[in-house]
């Protein structure tokens, strides 16, 4: 066995390692952070670590994807922290508070040698539910009731008894809505009597280390035993959540009996344990699309063992929970008017419609818009140069304020616009060389344009020391933007041309999902990712689907009116149609 030290950050362990083992995989096991957007194939160049030689003789930098273990060796990995992590979790919910979870007190009559009736039938009788009561509830009625003097509290989700609890506990009444990204995770404590929000907590989605896309993910779940992993990572980060909740805010976990959970829908049969693998194979059937109903103790969720987990439907393979939760946020289903939400994510959701007609589809955007296939792209982290100018010189800002390690979506997005507008970039997407751009711009300008890969880049900052990367935008990357966007674009035209109106007969555009919350739309609407048509249109309405999880959570009408957007809403898949191809090729251009 092998000994690998390990440093991130401040932190350092040694672990063990057997002669033959991938690093990548050996830090994974042991539930380190670290960038590996396509799974560890050796394609993305994001797992990338420092080796240090103990005599600081030949230190270098590795994939850790293709270091394969044959000595001891010291490896230093990029601290990246599920705080730093920009995530939206804003968006405010105007709803009746009618949850599917009621707590109603009542007081009992003590037992009568003249009236038997048993303890089970007499909290049902009092609630109007006979025949309610789980059986695993049944053995702890006796001593409840005869220790609080018969005064209880019953707690019922749509005439189920979820929970009876002494004396009276009707103010203690809690659920939490869950939006689970691909990349990110989003949780509201809610108060379901008084439909208060409590609190909000956020972190990276743990599965993330598998893979960026959906596809990664599925791929990873076909290893043996990969799906069980996967479902585990994302139940217990639902736990450490829940955690999170109850110590914070001081309530106890029995407490909470609701939890409402919106996602794509890889995202969601991963969460069930459900197989995913023909999500990914023509013609891309689900297991189940309809809304999923769990007791919190079966799967494992730590709250109110009688709890309910819900996972809200889904409306196709590759428009999930989160698009449905968004288009009820904005009412679309009960607008006279045609209304357009698009979701720029790691999964490009675009929904179009109104209370007559609802057309939706997906695009592979996200990879691109979310740092994966650009060379030097990162995700919404600390340290992700997020905002780019460029004038007389070429300026950024990161988030956080941190020293930029990447460039993120809104950074991608702001830089090929200011490129464009500065004649750095022509609309065909051909950047102009070195040499052309030393004839025509100043030289803070035109020292910061060389060849990469025999390609054009432009750079964004010097790397620090000859071991440290340059932080650029290659020629590359622009295509990639083009593919992205023109897939964006190519869908709206087709939702568009299938309802047979125009842009003019749209009257509000939603833009939602992390990335669509921090681009500059002014630059999106510069290099063609949204019409020019919707300019005056554009309302940024952030974790869309989060508050549509918010609405379930507190109105069960909500909840309900998730099933009927499922059932209204139209998929269109895309690549089967053959003007796909002939919008993208339209949309290429800037």
Same mark, same amino acid.
């Given at each position: 066995?092998?000994? +690998? ?96 979870? *009621? ?37 702890? +009625? ?38 689970? #990204?691909?990349? !990110? ?29 959906? %596809? ?11 799906? !069980? ?8 980060? %639902? ?37 995913? *693998? ?28 009688? #709890? *309910? ?14 698009? &449905? ?39 592979? &955007?996200?990879? &691109? ?116 966007? &023109? ?52 309302? !940024? ?20 009116? !998730?099933? +009927?957007? *499922? ?17 993208? +090729? ?5």
């Amino acid at each position: 066995m092998f000994k +690998i030290r390990v440093y991130q950050g401040e932190n350092e362990k040694i672990i063990t390692a057997g002669k033959g083992e991938n690093l990548l995989e050996l830090l994974l096991q042991n539930s380190y952070i670290i960038d590996s957007p396509c799974g560890g194939m050796g394609i993305c160049g994001k797992c990338r670590v420092k080796i240090i030689d103990e005599f600081a003789e030949n230190t270098q930098y590795r994939l850790a994807c293709k270091t394969i273990i044959d000595q001891d060796m010291t490896v230093e990995i990029p601290d990246i922290h599920e705080r730093a992590a920009q995530i939206v979790t804003e968006g405010e919910v105007n709803t009746a508070v009618n949850p599917s979870v *009621k707590k109603r007190a009542v007081e009992l009559k003590s037992p009568d040698i003249q009236e038997q009736i048993s303890d089970v039938e007499q909290i049902e009788s009092s609630i109007g539910a006979i025949g309610s009561m789980p059986n695993d509830i049944m053995p702890h +009625i006796s001593n409840v009731l005869r220790s609080s003097d018969f005064k209880v509290t019953v707690a019922v989700y749509e005439n189920q008894i979820l929970s009876v609890e002494p004396y009276n506990t009707e103010n203690k009444k809690y659920g939490i809505a869950v939006d689970i #990204g691909t990349t !990110t995770i989003v949780g509201y404590l809610m108060n379901l009597s008084t439909g208060e929000q409590i609190g909000v907590y956020s972190s990276l989605n743990p599965q993330s280390k598998y893979g960026a896309d959906v %596809i990664t993910r599925i791929d990873y779940t076909l290893n043996s035993n990969g799906l !069980t992993q996967m479902t585990d990572l994302i139940r217990n980060a %639902i736990n450490r959540m829940i955690n999170h909740f109850c110590q914070k805010y001081e309530i106890a976990a029995e407490n909470i009996y609701e939890i409402d959970i919106v996602g794509n829908t890889v995202m969601m049969h991963i969460f069930a344990g459900l197989p995913v *693998k023909n999500i990914a194979l023509s013609p891309f059937v689900p297991v189940v699309c309809r809304k999923i109903e769990f007791t919190a103790k079966d799967i494992d969720i730590n709250i109110c063992s009688g #709890g *309910k987990v819900v996972i809200l439907p889904s409306i196709s393979s590759y428009v999930g929970a989160d698009a &449905a939760a968004a288009a009820l946020a904005c009412n679309m289903h009960k607008s006279e008017k045609v209304n357009l939400l698009i979701d720029i994510g790691t999964n490009g959701e675009i929904v179009l419609g109104s209370k007559t007609n609802m057309l939706v589809c997906s695009t592979a &955007a996200g990879p &691109a818009f979310e740092g994966a296939r650009i060379e030097c792209g990162l995700g919404g982290v600390q340290g992700a140069i997020n905002r780019v100018f460029i004038d007389d010189n070429i300026t950024y800002s990161t988030i956080g304020g941190a020293s930029a390690r990447g460039i993120c979506g809104s950074g991608i997005i702001d830089v090929t616009a200011q490129m464009l507008k500065a004649g750095l970039l022509e609309p065909s997407g051909r950047m102009l060389t070195p040499k052309e751009v030393l004839e025509k711009f100043p030289s803070n300008i035109s020292d910061k344009m060389f060849l990469k890969h025999e390609q054009p880049a432009l750079l964004l900052k010097k790397g620090e020391n000859d071991n440290s990367q340059d932080i650029y935008i290659s020629q590359k990357d622009i295509r990639e933007v083009q593919l992205a966007k &023109a897939a964006i674009a190519a869908g709206i035209a087709i939702l568009m041309k299938e309802m047979s109106i125009s842009y003019n007969d749209i009257s509000c555009v939603y833009l939602t999902g992390g990335f669509g919350n921090y681009m500059d739309y002014r630059n999106a609407l510069k290099i063609g990712l949204i019409p020019e048509a919707f300019r005056d249109k554009i309302y !940024t309405i952030g974790n869309g689907a989060g508050m549509g999880a918010k609405i379930a959570l507190l109105s069960k009408d909500g909840k309900a009116e !998730t099933e +009927i957007i *499922k059932e209204k809403a139209k998929y269109i898949e895309l690549s089967a149609r053959e003007d796909f191809q002939e919008y993208f +090729i339209d949309f290429l251009n800037f």
